[in-house]
């Protein structure tokens, strides 16, 4: 049963990339991980996010190997493993193809922390990953390396990767990381001056959010 969910959660978020912009058809991919078993629910290559169904999401193991689904997983499939492997705090991931976070991935910059749900959600600026060609064991590796111990990175070119203890968690942080990179691409078009919130004020707010609004990740 707690597959079937997953396989439902997954196919949800899908949905709500799609409404919100975040995907065109069957762009990004999501995945959610079983704590217990490892077992991950992948969404498949290439099938339209409107035509998905939750049977049609692939379960993986830890290694990539597939167990259940009769579609091939996505296409990123390294770089969901490499990120579970190194994180096994983390049991969601979540790429899109937000229109402003790519503003930042298509020209390598950082995003700046500018406001406070992104102090809370992010915990700091977003860094850039290299680029390196999608689908390829390399991408899986700068990008984990990129995204460290953080909640978000930007693959150079490419897109964002978000992450959290669950999909819920994770596509909290992708909102927010768009929400950011539209305002500073804003303030930025109207040759505004950005007031980034000093390090220890981003650090008392995410100790803050952790502690209040995350409790089970403080």
């Known amino acids: ?59 993986i193991d830890s290694t990539g190997k597939q167990r259940k689904g009769k579609w091939r997983p996505t296409s990123e499939l390294a770089l969901h493993t490499a990120i579970y492997l190194r994180r096994p705090d983390v049991n969601a991931v979540v790429h ?67 992450v959290g203890d669950d999909l819920g968690s994770a596509y909290l942080v992708t909102l927010a990381v768009e929400q950011c990179a539209q305002v500073v691409c804003l303030a930025r078009a109207m040759d505004a001056p950005l007031n980034l919130l000093p390090p220890e004020e981003i650090a008392g707010l995410r100790s803050a959010y952790l502690q209040n609004y995350h409790p089970t990740k403080a």
């Open 1 to 59: 049963m707690l597959l079937k969910s997953l396989r439902e959660q997954v196919q949800e978020a899908c949905l709500q990339m799609l409404a919100d912009g975040f995907s065109n058809i069957s762009e990004g991919n999501v995945s959610a991980r079983d704590p217990k078993s490892g077992l991950i629910a992948i969404s498949p290559m290439a099938i339209p996010y409107l035509a998905l169904r939750p049977k049609d999401v692939c379960i």
């Open 96 to 162: 899109t193809h937000a229109s402003y976070a790519n503003v930042f991935a298509a020209t390598g910059q950082a995003l700046p922390v500018v406001l406070t749900e992104s102090a809370m959600l992010l915990g700091g600026e977003v860094p850039v990953a290299p680029y390196r060609t999608p689908g390829s064991a390399e991408l899986a590796d700068v990008t984990a390396d990129a995204l460290g111990n953080g909640a978000a990175v930007l693959m150079a070119q490419h897109g964002l990767i978000t």
